[in-house]
């Protein structure tokens, strides 16, 4: 089987900024994602009543060009201004012209 190494691209945000998110990912050069809403608590707590709405876990597999890019943008754009977490982890996939 042909597999490829890749980069799973997580991301935990505000559903208010999800379509902005989607938009910022599509144009940093990934081919899809998958987005779900989460809840949970980290370093500032839980999120007891949110009235912008649950959070969003955003996924896409990338290139490390493109998961470079996208962190960027994060850095830019989300993590001074929203409640918003990434990381990336290294994976292995089939069909890698998909990706």
Same mark, same amino acid.
């Given at each position: 089987? $042909?597999?490829? $190494?890749? #980069?799973?691209?997580?991301?935990? =945000?505000?559903?208010?900024?999800? #379509? &902005?998110?989607?938009?910022? /990912? &599509? $144009?940093? %050069? +990934? &081919?899809?994602?998958?987005?779900?809403?989460?809840?949970?608590?980290? #370093?500032?707590? %839980?999120? =007891?009543?949110?009235?912008? %709405?649950?959070?969003?876990?955003?996924?896409? *597999?990338?290139?490390?060009?493109? =998961?470079?890019?996208?962190?960027?943008?994060? +850095?830019? &754009?989300?993590?001074?201004?929203? !409640?918003? /977490? +990434?990381? *990336?982890?290294?994976?292995? *996939? !089939?069909?890698? $012209?998909?990706?």
């Amino acid at each position: 089987m $042909n597999t490829v $190494n890749r #980069q799973l691209v997580t991301v935990i =945000a505000e559903s208010v900024i999800e #379509q &902005k998110l989607v938009d910022d /990912v &599509k $144009n940093c %050069g +990934a &081919k899809g994602y998958s987005v779900g809403h989460v809840r949970g608590e980290g #370093q500032t707590g %839980g999120r =007891a009543l949110d009235i912008t %709405g649950s959070s969003i876990r955003l996924e896409t *597999v990338v290139t490390e060009e493109v =998961a470079e890019r996208i962190l960027r943008v994060l +850095a830019e &754009k989300y993590f001074d201004r929203y !409640a918003v /977490v +990434a990381w *990336v982890t290294p994976v292995v *996939v !089939a069909r890698p $012209n998909r990706f």
